[in-house]
């Protein structure tokens, strides 16, 4: 079945440096990809929805400029969180919609935990 | 957002017992989907319901649509252990694309 790989799964950077985390969709071409940011035993927020060939739609209170995506070919997304501080660390997941082979069905990567030190 | 609120926020029960999760969602629906997660890892599909049908099986698990009370269920039947995890119900709104999620049940099955 379609599979999205996020990576790195794991990351700890030091205050005020950018990290990027990379979500491929591995077995088909995601036109769409959403990324979320999930605190501790809380629920899944959307955070922007990247579209490959142009710019990422950011949810209202998601600074673009922190939250940078790329969503540069059919495959890749990345986000890159800029200037990071302790603040931003969280589960970031990204997820891909396989309109060809599954209609609405979404599919999530692992995951990504970074760390803000 | 349109978030979804599910209950229990946190279910304990034993292996063999039948778990059931409610999820209520505030607005028109295209479909609802219930996602697995378990600690520290991603999501995984579990069942996608539209909004025309009503009940729909995957093995263990049963799902329900109420369009009318804007509601739906996710029942597993003969838990196990390994049934534990957090279960997050996501709508897709008409128009929409994206997946909004309720806040999730924790579920705990003891052997």
């Known amino acids: 079945g379609a599979v999205v790989s996020q990576h790195p799964s794991r990351v700890i950077c030091k205050s005020g440096t950018s990290v990027k985390i990379e979500c491929r969709s591995l077995d088909f071409q995601a036109t769409t990809m959403f990324w979320y940011r999930q605190f501790p035993k809380k629920s899944l927020m959307l955070m922007a929805t990247s579209n490959e060939g142009s710019k990422a739609t950011y949810e209202q209170g998601v600074e673009k400029d922190k939250f940078l995506i790329n969503h540069a070919s059919l495959t890749l997304s990345t986000l890159t969180v800029t200037s990071a501080h302790p603040e931003d660390s969280s589960f970031y997941i990204c997820s891909a919609r396989d309109f060809l082979y599954s209609g609405n069905t979404i599919y999530f990567g692992e995951g990504s935990w970074l760390t803000v030190v | 957002s349109q978030q979804g609120e599910e209950d229990p926020q946190a279910l304990s029960i034993q292996e063999g017992e039948n778990a059931t999760m409610n999820c209520s969602y505030k607005?028109?629906?295209?479909?609802l989907q219930w996602y697995r997660q378990n600690s520290g890892r991603g999501l995984v599909h579990l069942i996608l319901?539209?909004?025309?049908?009503r009940e729909k099986h995957s093995g263990r698990l049963r799902v329900t649509l109420d369009t009318s009370k804007k509601s739906s269920s996710l029942l597993i039947t003969a838990s196990r252990a390994a049934d534990t995890a957090s279960y997050f119900c996501?709508?897709?709104?008409?128009?929409?694309?994206?997946?909004?999620f309720g806040k999730g049940t924790m579920l705990l099955v003891s052997p």
């Open positions: 996501a709508t897709e709104f008409s128009g929409y694309s994206t997946l909004t």
């Open positions: 319901i539209r909004s025309n049908e």
């Open positions: 607005t028109s629906i295209n479909n």
